[in-house]
């Protein structure tokens, strides 16, 4: 089945301490994104990868860092967690940038306290 | 800036009247339009989008949208909503002058609750 799959899908944790999000896709896409939902804001995007060899930052990249090491995978990484960043997150990939329909992952729900 | 507005946070339609969720969107330039929904607990699916073409839409679930270029439109219509409707939709845009990264900007979304 074709899909696009986070780890963990909640996560409580404090102040500091270092977590990772993974992402992974099965269809073969070039293009991975990563927003957050907050309420009443829509979906931002934080960063986002046209390939392996490229990615860049989003409209809210602080506090944030990804990487691409591979085509299928796509983890972001809050280096050190503060409470402004308790939000719901979502993952995407599509074939290639551009009017290609963009398939979500199922969320992750992130609290910092 | 370029911007997307959905102005109703929330709309409240009775089971099997019509509803209509508007979009608007703030640029001059070319664009991708798309429609997801948001199911609770859920990820985005797309409902459907609009690249070229015709400017009527038509997609998932009985869904349909039209294209106004003149009033930077991109409304979602369906003439009889069912309960299994009830979900967050969310219209999204692609400006197609950010070379590079073009990449989905979201409007706020829209509650769509359907009333027995």
């Known amino acids: 089945e074709a899909q696009v799959t986070q780890n963990p899908r909640y996560l409580i944790t404090v102040t500091g301490k270092k977590l990772t999000v993974t992402c992974s896709q099965n269809m073969n896409h070039e293009y991975m994104s990563w927003y957050r939902q907050d309420p009443g804001l829509g979906l931002r995007q934080i960063y986002y990868?046209?390939?392996?060899?490229?990615?860049d930052k989003g409209d809210v990249p602080e506090g944030y860092k990804v990487s691409r090491k591979e085509k299928r995978n796509f983890p972001l990484i809050l280096e050190s967690p503060s409470p402004n960043q308790t939000s719901l997150y979502f993952c995407a990939s599509s074939l290639l940038a551009g009017g290609h329909e963009q398939y979500f992952g199922p969320g992750t729900r992130l609290t910092v306290t | 800036a370029q911007s997307v507005t959905q102005l109703d946070s929330q709309v409240p339609v009775f089971e099997e009247a019509p509803v209509e969720l508007r979009c608007n969107y703030s640029s001059s330039v070319s664009v991708y339009l798309f429609w997801y929904v948001q199911y609770p607990n859920q990820g985005l699916q797309l409902l459907l989008k609009?690249?070229?073409?015709?400017?009527l839409v038509k997609g998932i679930n009985g869904f349909e949208a039209e294209f106004n270029k003149s009033q930077t439109s991109f409304h979602l219509r369906k003439p009889s909503v069912h309960i299994s409707d009830t979900a967050e939709y969310f219209c999204?845009?692609?400006?197609?002058?950010?070379?590079?990264?073009?990449?989905?900007?979201f409007g706020t979304g829209t509650r769509l609750t359907i009333i027995p």
């Open positions: 609009y690249l070229s073409g015709s400017t």
């Open positions: 990868s046209m390939n392996v060899e490229v990615t």
């Open positions: 999204a845009v692609i400006f197609i002058s950010n070379f590079g990264n073009e990449k989905l900007t």
